[in-house]
C-alpha cells in the first residue's frame, strides 16, 4: 500500500475496511463490497483507488485508477468489452470500460452487478481465478490483466430478489466487505463537511438519518442515505427552512406512502422542533 | 437566480415550489417532480427554465434552456445519448437531446422517467453525483456536464406499479417536490387566460374541476386536468353547448365507465344548471 | 370550417359530432374517436377531412388531407415517423405517414391507437400541447405543425385490457366524441345506399342489425357492423338466398359459439321468415 | 364467373360454398374460411381459383392465380410484402407473396392467419374496405389492388386461444365458409380416387373416419383429416396389412394417449375384423 | 427398394417398421418417428437411408442420402433454407440443410422439431402435401422437390409439454412410426458389438437395461438408453471394474436424484454380484 | 495415457476419477462433471488435459489443449462456433473457441453447460455420437473433429431447476463424474500450498469448510469453496486477524442471511477459539 494520500476523498472508516481491503488487494482478491444505498461504498473505492494507485490526485485524473460502471438490466458484456465501431473506409475497435482498467492496471468496480445481463459472468469468472485474463471473443485477443488491475463489485443484499441473485458460483470469487450508514457523530462529521451548515444543524441532521433508519424495525426498509441529508444541509445553507428543506429532500424523496410520511413527519418534528 | 422575467410562461406558484427550485438549482442538486397528471409540473419547469436561464424569450428559444423528453417503454439510453448515423461515406456521430442539454447547460426535463428503459440509469447516476459526467459509451467520450445543467425528472405516484418503481438508488439522488392541482380561485384564473372564455364559466368550470377530483376519496383515482377544463371553455368560446363541451372534453375523456359518467354528468348537472 | 362539399363520403350524423368536431378542429384540440367495431368511426373521419380540409374530391386526393394508419401491437414510432433507407451510394430518409400528415397539414387518424407500441407516446404527447411539434430523432429535426395538421386517434372501449388501456397522461389530451351504430332507419338507408338491394331488404337487414345488438344485454358484446349487413345485401343481390347470406356474411362471420349462432338464427328466422 | 374447368383440382362440393364463394368474389368481399384440420379448405380454395381465375391449367401455373402462405408465429407483415435485399452495389426491392398477388390480381390465401404476427393487421384492414390499398412503408408505395384481386384467410376455431383470436375488426370484414369433414360416401369416393384402393377398402377407411369423428362428442377433440385416410389406403396398396396401416397412419399419426389408442383399435377392429 | 446392402448401418429390426417405412417412401408419404430416447430412431434412419438411396457407402457419402439436423428452440427457418452471406463484393445466397435435402433428392431427417421455431411449420407444410416446394422467401425462389426427396422428423411423446406439441394441422400430414428400446437379447447383441466386450457381459448390461426401464411403471420416466449401456461396456473394455462403469456410464448419467440412485445402485447389485 | 507430468496443475484425487477420466477419453466418450461450486471440477479438468495432451507446459500453453468456456444464459451457438468480422475491405470467419478446440485436437470443457442458449444443442450432439463432426452453418462446413478432441461439460444439480435441467436426449451422451469437496485433512494439504499459510492454520481452515458443509444437512444448501478458504488464508497472510478474515471472506461472501451468519460465525468462534 502506497503512503496515505491527503488528496483522497474525504472518507471516514468505520471498521477495519480499509486494511482488509489493502491486504485483500496486496493479494489481488477480488472484492464484493456489500450495502445499502448511499451509506458510502463508492466513496470508499474511490479512497482505496487513491491509496492504492495513485499518489496524487492529478495522477488519479491522469491514469484513471479507477473505473466505475452502474449497471443495469440492459448492460451486456459487450457495452463492459468493447465493440467494433463502423469507420469511414473500415471497422475501428474501442475498448470498453472494463477492457481499459484490465489493459491500464486500474480498480474496475461494477455497482449493483446483480442488475446486468448474465453475459457478464464469463468476464467475472475468467478474471476472478488463477487466469487473471479478459477474453475479448470479437477479435480473439486475450487481454492478460495488468498486475494492478482488481475487480470490486458491489450489491445491496436489501433488493435482491431471487431472480437477482449473485450465483454461489460468481459469488465465491470475491472476498465480502459489509457497510451500512455511519453513526451519527460521524455522519454529522459528514454532513457539515459537505455543505457547509453549521455543527448544530449537522448534528441535528444526522440524528434525523439516524431515527429514520431505526425504522427499519418497524418494516420501512430503505433507510436515508447520507446524500439526502446533505441535499437537506445544503438547501438550508440556501435559506430554505429547516422543516421545508426536511420535508423536499427527505420524506419526500424517501417515499410517497402517506402514513409513512406522517411518521417521518413525526420524527422531523421532534429533531427539529 | 436571475430575475424575474416577463416573457416566463405563465405560471401561479402554490406554494414555496419556486425558491425551493431556485435553492436547489443554485447548489445543483437534482430535482424530482410528483404528481397527478396535467397538475402544471411541465408549465413550472417551463416557467423556472426561463427565470433561471433564458432572461428573455428570444434566449429561451435560441439556447434551448429546456431539453424536455416524454419517456416511454421503448426509451433507451440511446434514444437520450445519442447514435452515428450511416451518411453517404462515413458515419455520423449525432448527440441525443440528453447530451445536447449536457454540453450546452440546459435543464433536461425527463417526464415520466419510470417508464423508460432501466439503461437510463447509468446516465442519471454519473450526472447526479459529484462526478456530473455523461459517459458516451459509442464514442469513448465523457462529456463533463456544463456548470448551468441540471437533471429534472418527474412521476406520477399514483400510476407506479412495484415493477416500475424507481429504484431507492435512483430516487435517493433528487430533491423531491410535490406538485397537485390548483385550488378552484386559481384555476378560474388559468382556464381565463388561456381560452378567453368569461369569467363566470370559468370559474365554474374550476368548481367542477373541484368536484370531479373529490370523487377520488370514493375511489375515482383519475383526477380531471386543468388541460381537459380549458378543452370544455374552448369549445363553450366555439359555441357548443356547455353540457356538452363538458360532456365531451371532461367525461368521455375521463372514462368508459357507466356509473362513474352517471357521477361526472351529475356533478356537471350541478354546476352548470 | 369550409362549406359543405358534395363530393364527401356519404355521412349520415348521429348526434352532434359534426359541429363538435368542426370547433375542436377550429381550435386544433386533438379528438380521440370512441366506439364499437365498424360503427362509422372511419367513414366519419374521412367525411369530415374532406369538410374541414378537402373543397373537393380532387383535393382529396392530390393534398392526401387524410392520412390513416391502422395500429397494432407491433407499430412503432419509427413506422409512424419514417427511416433511413440504404440507396446506392448513400442513405435516404424516408418519411412515415404522419411527418408526412404534421408536414402538409393533414389529418392524421391513428385508428385503435392503444394497439401500437409505447414508444408512439412520445409522438402523440408533443404533437398534442402547445408545442405542436414532432421530433425526428433520427435527423435531428423538430417539425413544427403545419396549422392545418389535427391528431385524431381512435379506440374501442369495449375491447381495451388494463394492459392495454390509455394512459390518463396521454387520454387527457384529446377532446372525445362517442360513436355507436345507427338507429335502424337510417341504417337500413345506408344499407340501401352501398350494396344497392331494395329498400325492403335493406330494412330486414338494418332490423337484423339492431335486434342482434340488443343480445349485448345478454352478454354478447359484439354488436355486428354495418359493413357485415352490406356484406349480406351484396350477397343477396348475387341471388344468394337470404337466410344463406345472413348465415355466411352476419352469423358465421359473428361467432364460433353453437349456442349464440342458434340465437342468431332464431333472430334471422324472424326477420327474414 | 368463368366456365367450369375440367382440368381444376377435384373437390366435391357439400353444400353451398361454391355459389356463395363465387358470389362474394363477384362482389370482392373478402373470404374466411372456417374448419378443422384437413377437411378440404385448401382443396377448396384451389378449386375455386381455378375455375374463377384459370380457364386451364396452363394459366393457374403461369400467372400464379392463387398464392397461399402457411401462417405461422413468427410471420410479419414484411414476410407478406416483401424487403430489400443487399446486391452487389445497391439495394433492390422483393415484392412478398401479398404484394405479388395484389399486384397480379391472385387470390391471396392466408393459411391459419391467427397464427401470424399482429403487424399483418394493417395489411388485411387496408385490402379487405373500399380502399383495397397495400401500403408498402419501406418504398412509400400504396399498391392499389388489381381488379381480380382477393383476400382469402382460414381459421380453425378449434384451436383457437384467446390470446389468438380473430379481432373482431378484422373478423368483420370477411364474410365467412363453414366447413367439416365430408359424410362417408363423399369421403370413399376421394379416398378410391386419390390413392387408387378398390371401393371396399375406401368404403371401410371411410367410415372409419366418420367413427373417429363421432368420439369428439367424448372428448376427442381432434377428428381425422381426409388427408391421414389416404395415406392409410397408400400403405394398403402397398401391400401392408390394413391394420399396420391404419395403426402407422392413423392411429400414431393421431394421439400419444394410451387409452385415446385403445378406443381407437377397437374401431379399427370393428370396421376392418 | 433397392436391394439390401451390407454396408448399411447396423439395424436390428424389431417389427415392421423396415416395410412400412419402404412403403411410406415409395409413396412418398412423410414419416413421423415417435420414441424414447436412445431407443434407435438416429440409427433406423440412416439404415434407411442407406438401402433405399445410397446402395454403396461411397454412394451415400457422397450423395448425401441424409441430411440430419437436430432441432433446438432457437433454430429458425432461415438455419433450415439458407441466408446470404456478406462476401467481399457482393451477397451469396448458401443454401441451408433442408434445401440441400429437396435440391438433391436426400431424406431430410429433422430431429426433436417440435423443439424448433414455428416459422419452419410453413416449410414442413408445403413440403409435405401435394405440392412438394420449398418457398425461399429471400430469392423468391419455388424449389421443386427432387423426387428422390423426403422429409422425416421425429419426437418424444414423453417430453412433450402442451407448448411444445405438433399441431394437428402439422402431425397429420406424417404416417407415424412408434419405437421403444430392443428386447434384452437383441440389445446383449447390438452392445457386443459396439464395444467389444465378451457376450456374458453384454447379456448382464441388456438386462440391467431392461430392468431399468421397468422403472418406468414405478415413476422414473426415463428408459436408459443404448448408448450407455454400451459406455458402460467401453469403460470395462478399458479395465475399469464394471460397478463403477455402470456408476459413471449409466447411474449418474441418468439422474442426481439420491432415491432413484439407491434403486439403481440395487439393480446394478443384482445383475453385476 | 501419457506419463504423469510433473508441470500439470496440482490435483489430489478423491476416488477413481483419474482412471475413469483417462478410461473414457481413450474411447473418447464425452464426460458430464457433476457436483458443487468450488469443489475442483476445473481443476481436474486442467489436470488431465496436461497428464493426456500436454506433455510438459510449454506445450499445454502453445498448443492450447484445453479450451474452457463458463457457459451463461446468453451464451449462444455463435458464440462457441465463430462468427463474421466485417474488415476494411471484406468479411474474415472467426474461429470460436470450440471449433478451436475441434480443429486443434483440445479438450473442451463447457463450465455450467446448462445456462447456455439451447441452439448449442446441435452442436453437442453432433460432436458427442459416431458422427464427431461440428457443422458450421455460416461457412457449410461440416469439420470433422481432430483425434484428440473430446468434449467435457460440468453441471451443479443443486442449482439446476427444472428449466435449466439437461434434456435427457443430450445428457445421455455423457459419462458422468462426480465430485464433492475434499476431506479435510487433503484440504488442509491444499489451502497450506495455495496461500502459504503455517500447517496449523490450515487445518482449521479445513475443519472449518468441513464443519460448514455439514450445514446442509440442516438446510444451508451452499458448501463453502475450498477457494474461499484460502482467501482467508491469504488475508490472514497479511496479517489480517483469523477471525476478521474468517468474516470478510466466508462468512459473508456465503450468505446475507442473519441466522445463518451467526450459525457460521458460532462455527468460526469453535474453530479458531
Not at 463508492?42 to 460502471?69: C, K, Q, W, Y
Request: net charge negative; glycine share 6%.
Amino acid at each position: 500500500m502506497k503512503d496515505t494520500d491527503d488528496s483522497a476523498p474525504f472518507y471516514l472508516p468505520l471498521g477495519d475496511e480499509i486494511p482488509v481491503f489493502a491486504a485483500a488487494y496486496d493479494s489481488r482478491l477480488p472484492v464484493l463490497l456489500k450495502g445499502p444505498t448511499g451509506c458510502g461504498k463508492t466513496r470508499f473505492i474511490e479512497h482505496m483507488a487513491h491509496r492504492l494507485l495513485a499518489p496524487d490526485a492529478n495522477a488519479m485524473a491522469s491514469t484513471g485508477a479507477l473505473v466505475t460502471v452502474s449497471c443495469h438490466e440492459d448492460l451486456t458484456a459487450t457495452d463492459l468489452v468493447g465493440r467494433y465501431l463502423l469507420d469511414r473506409d473500415s471497422t475501428v475497435w474501442q475498448d470498453g470500460p472494463l477492457t481499459r482498467a484490465v489493459r491500464n492496471g486500474a480498480i474496475c468496480y461494477l455497482d449493483e452487478i446483480v442488475e446486468a445481463r448474465k453475459d457478464t459472468t464469463v468476464l467475472i469468472h475468467s478474471l476472478t481465478d488463477h487466469r487473471r485474463v479478459l477474453p475479448i471473443d470479437k477479435t480473439g485477443e486475450m487481454v492478460q490483466a495488468h498486475e494492478d488491475f482488481l475487480l470490486v463489485i458491489s450489491y445491496n443484499p436489501g433488493y435482491q430478489s431471487v431472480l437477482k441473485d449473485l450465483k454461489p458460483s460468481t459469488r465465491q470469487r470475491f472476498v465480502s466487505l459489509v457497510f451500512d450508514y455511519p453513526p451519527p457523530e460521524q455522519e454529522a462529521v459528514i454532513i457539515e463537511k459537505e455543505c457547509g451548515i453549521d455543527a448544530a444543524n449537522a448534528e441535528r441532521l444526522a440524528l434525523l438519518g439516524q431515527k429514520v433508519r431505526n425504522l427499519r424495525d418497524h418494516g420501512f426498509e430503505e433507510g436515508v442515505s447520507t446524500r439526502l441529508l446533505i441535499y437537506a444541509g445544503s438547501l438550508i445553507q440556501r435559506s430554505i427552512p429547516a422543516r421545508a428543506a426536511i420535508d423536499k429532500a427527505v420524506i419526500q424523496s424517501l417515499t410517497d406512502d402517506g402514513e409513512i410520511k406522517t411518521a417521518l413527519a413525526s420524527i422531523a418534528d421532534v429533531v427539529f422542533p
